[in-house]
């Protein structure tokens, strides 16, 4: 491990364990995760089911579709896993939780231990997440299968902020969501592609009005494209 790095550790408390790393396996988070930059231990929900691995889940109360994961089943889970360490964010990954944003992400990197419980879309009982006081965060306003898709965006976006991941924390400088902007359009060679230019300014190698037209394009953009944002 180089010494500049810190060690970030996850536990997944998942139906599907099997699921993972799966994407996070693959480019500079893969990398990082080989070189043991973040450690990734995954927990499988239905070890802690009371009554053999069928009865994690059961019928919800007041009728209505699909199952839900009982309370009994995350929290013997939760014990396990939260007596090895004593600091840490407990997140649940639902639909229903707060929007996350790259605000969050880096307020995320900064924890040293992330829990992640990913439910099933029908969810789990309300009495676990209360008793937990767990945080819940969502991806988007649409609603995924379970919580390991959101779990493994969460995580890729955590992991390339962490230090001695991404190459120069110049790139990180000038990304989307910087400063509340969108990011620059990007170019390379060829110059002319299908007739259509790269901006002369950028071809002229003065970084200072280069610089100055990055920065214009990003207000336009994010205006025309994200007033949200920009407002901001
Ligand atoms: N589980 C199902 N849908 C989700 C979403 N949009 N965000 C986080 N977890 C989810």
């Given at each position: 491990?180089?010494?500049?790095?810190?060690?970030?550790?996850?536990?997944?408390?998942?139906?599907?364990?099997e699921m993972f790393p799966?994407?996070?396996?693959?480019?500079l988070v893969g990398k990082a995760l080989k070189e043991k930059i973040w450690s990734l231990n995954l927990v499988n929900?239905?070890?802690?089911a009371?009554?053999?691995?069928?009865?994690?889940?059961?019928?919800?109360?007041?009728g209505g579709p699909g199952m839900i994961i009982k309370s009994e089943v995350i929290d013997n889970a939760l014990k396990k896993v939260t007596k090895k360490i004593k600091q840490y964010s407990l997140i649940y990954l639902t639909p229903k939780g707060k929007k996350i944003n790259q605000k969050k992400?880096?307020?995320?990197?900064?924890?040293?231990?992330?829990?992640?419980?990913?439910?099933?879309?029908?969810?789990?009982?309300?009495?676990?997440?209360?008793?937990?006081?767990?945080?819940?965060?969502?991806?988007?306003d649409f609603v995924l299968s379970?919580?390991?898709?959101?779990?493994?965006?969460?995580?890729?976006?955590?992991?390339?902020l962490l230090?001695?991941?991404?190459?120069?924390?110049e790139t990180l400088k000038h990304e989307t969501f910087e400063n509340n902007l969108l990011e620059y359009p990007q170019y390379t060679k060829p110059s002319n592609w299908k007739g259509r230019k790269v901006p002369d300014i950028l071809l002229s190698g003065n970084h200072q009005k280069i610089e100055e037209?990055?920065?214009k394009k990003s207000f336009e953009i994010t205006k025309l494209k994200r007033p949200d944002l920009f407002k901001k």
């Amino acid at each position: 491990m180089k010494s500049t790095t810190k060690h970030w550790s996850v536990h997944i408390l998942t139906l599907f364990p099997e699921m993972f790393p799966g994407p996070l396996n693959f480019s500079l988070v893969g990398k990082a995760l080989k070189e043991k930059i973040w450690s990734l231990n995954l927990v499988n929900l239905r070890d802690f089911a009371e009554n053999g691995p069928k009865s994690v889940d059961d019928k919800p109360y007041g009728g209505g579709p699909g199952m839900i994961i009982k309370s009994e089943v995350i929290d013997n889970a939760l014990k396990k896993v939260t007596k090895k360490i004593k600091q840490y964010s407990l997140i649940y990954l639902t639909p229903k939780g707060k929007k996350i944003n790259q605000k969050k992400i880096k307020e995320l990197v900064k924890k040293d231990n992330l829990i992640l419980l990913c439910g099933k879309y029908e969810g789990i009982d309300q009495r676990v997440i209360e008793n937990w006081s767990m945080e819940e965060l969502s991806i988007g306003d649409f609603v995924l299968s379970g919580g390991e898709i959101a779990a493994m965006s969460l995580l890729d976006s955590c992991i390339r902020l962490l230090p001695g991941v991404v190459g120069s924390s110049e790139t990180l400088k000038h990304e989307t969501f910087e400063n509340n902007l969108l990011e620059y359009p990007q170019y390379t060679k060829p110059s002319n592609w299908k007739g259509r230019k790269v901006p002369d300014i950028l071809l002229s190698g003065n970084h200072q009005k280069i610089e100055e037209w990055r920065k214009k394009k990003s207000f336009e953009i994010t205006k025309l494209k994200r007033p949200d944002l920009f407002k901001k």
